[in-house]
């Protein structure tokens, strides 16, 4: 009787065992089949965006709906950013990689190339937005690749990245994301107005614009500024500018009595300081967030807030 007492408690202890394996197995989503493991690796990120300006716009468009990676952190130049060897993986593992294009992510282009010839989507947001000539590049077939200091070109580019979301993104609720997608280019149209009557108040004859480097084209384009010239040349912050370069810059000062310039938050205010000597007048020297956003908390953290901090800058310093 003891012996046939045990083998049944041995039996019954074989049966919870097995309902607990059924159970962990339901609980890892496996069923008909033989279990070798729970543990899983994650999965990467279904979109990889290049830039944090791009990347807060997808973000914005995008939600919850999709997994989003930012390759380029806050305050990084978006020439020369690198990304380590878990992101390379990540734009190889993407449904779609998001990239500014037109020759602005110069330090991992050769990685987006790479995924893209694997069959990963590329979508080169500033091909499809109406680019302008590269400074002194016209006719040479580049092109400009600051298109998002221009709004209503950034709406363009909404419009843009919701489609080519909603075409890569398997599973994606193609309605959640077209509704805010339409919010969030209302946004932008209301950042265009507010620029438009911030700018109004500039006089015609002070709508002169030096930058570190040329990066202003398309808001100069979209509001009547000038761009006299940049500190830079070039449209890359990876030139340098020779002793003839600034010669020429300085001459350009005083011939405009600029009185204003405009640099970069993430580079050293120090070759402004420095022609603003040289052409021996009195300049307000301003950072603006122009190529990337800002650590959270700043005001450049997003888009708009980066938008809406430089046209108060410009209009404050030029008015």
């Not at 998002?148 to 843009?160: C, L």
């Amino acid at each position: 009787m003891k012996a046939a007492n045990t083998r049944t408690r041995s039996a019954l202890g074989r049966v919870g065992l097995v309902r607990r394996f059924v159970v962990l197995l339901a609980a890892c989503g496996i069923t008909g089949t033989l279990l070798t493991g729970c543990a899983s690796t994650p999965a990467g990120p279904e979109i990889v965006v290049t830039t944090n300006i791009l990347g807060d716009v997808v973000h914005e468009i995008v939600g919850e709906e999709a997994s989003v990676e930012v390759l380029m952190q806050p305050n990084a130049d978006p020439h020369s950013f690198g990304i380590s060897a878990q992101q390379t993986n990540a734009l190889r593992s993407a449904s779609l990689i998001v990239s500014n294009g037109l020759g602005l992510e110069e330090g991992l282009q050769h990685h987006v190339d790479a995924a893209a010839n694997a069959g990963i989507a590329v979508l080169a947001v500033g091909e499809h937005v109406d680019p302008l000539p590269a400074p002194g590049g016209e006719g040479s077939g580049q092109w400009d690749p600051h298109f998002w200091t221009d709004p209503s070109r950034m709406r363009a580019a909404v419009d843009v990245i919701e489609h080519a979301v909603i075409e890569q993104v398997p599973g994606i609720n193609a309605d959640r994301v077209h509704q805010r997608a339409v919010a969030y280019a209302a946004k932008i149209q209301t950042l265009e107005n507010e620029m438009s009557a911030s700018f109004a108040e500039i006089p015609a004859e002070r709508r002169k614009l030096i930058t570190n480097h040329h990066v202003f084209a398309y808001l100069a384009e979209a509001y009547d500024f000038t761009v006299v010239g940049a500190i830079i040349p070039g449209g890359t912050t990876l030139s340098s500018p020779s002793a003839s370069d600034l010669a020429e810059l300085v001459s350009a000062m005083q011939e405009n009595e600029i009185n204003a310039l405009f640099i970069d938050s993430s580079h050293p205010a120090r070759l402004a300081e420095v022609l603003a000597a040289e052409a021996g007048v009195q300049v307000d020297i301003r950072e603006l967030y122009s190529e990337s956003l800002g650590v959270p908390g700043s005001d450049g953290d997003t888009y708009l807030h980066m938008m809406r901090f430089n046209s108060a800058e410009i209009a404050d310093a030029l008015t």
